[in-house]
């Protein structure tokens, strides 16, 4: 089971969600206090080696204009076809690929224009569960799609994070 990390705000003004995820992330550094991850301050850490820990899922998927299994493999350029599938499964988009004519093999366009924007993002949680970093950083992952896979999604999301150490609920 992963871990949950709770972010902690000391401060009287409104911060913005997106703005602790820049933070998070190190986009850009504090200019008061500090960010932990474990015990390790946040600026001590290469930001080079902090990506290589970190997945964001963010409510905006971008897509290229690749097929949809090289649009997941993104996650993991190393990834298996099986791995694919797997992971397109866990985000309840496989069934839809697969009714597709060329299936995994479909361009999804520009941006993914042939795409709804709820496909799009569960692409984008299949391309984030074949990546296994340890920290998942999850900012309104399940906006776009219906309740029936906004609850498939977040199943999968709670089910896929027991190789992570943290997941941050933004």
């Given at each position: ?22 933070l ?69 988009i ?39 970093t ?26 896929n994070?027991?190789?992570r ?6």
């Amino acid at each position: 089971m992963c871990m949950r990390i709770q972010i902690y705000i000391f401060r009287r003004a409104f911060y913005a969600k997106k703005s602790v995820i820049i933070l998070l992330m190190r986009f850009w550094d504090v200019n008061k206090g500090d960010i932990f991850i474990g015990e390790n301050s946040i600026t001590n850490i290469e930001t080079k080696n902090l990506r290589k820990n970190q997945t964001l899922i963010s409510q905006e998927t971008f897509l290229f204009n690749e097929t949809i299994e090289d649009n997941i493999k993104m996650g993991n350029i190393k990834a298996s076809r099986e791995q694919v599938i797997e992971a397109a499964k866990k985000a309840s988009i496989h069934d839809f690929i697969e009714s597709l004519p060329k299936g995994y093999e479909t361009r999804v366009g520009e941006l993914g224009g042939i795409l709804s924007s709820g496909e799009k993002q569960r692409i984008g949680l299949a391309r984030a569960f074949i990546n296994e970093t340890p920290i998942l950083i999850l900012d309104k992952p399940t906006s776009n799609l219906d309740t029936l896979n906004e609850g498939q999604i977040l199943k999968a999301i709670n089910e896929n994070c027991e190789h992570r150490r943290e997941v941050a609920l933004v």
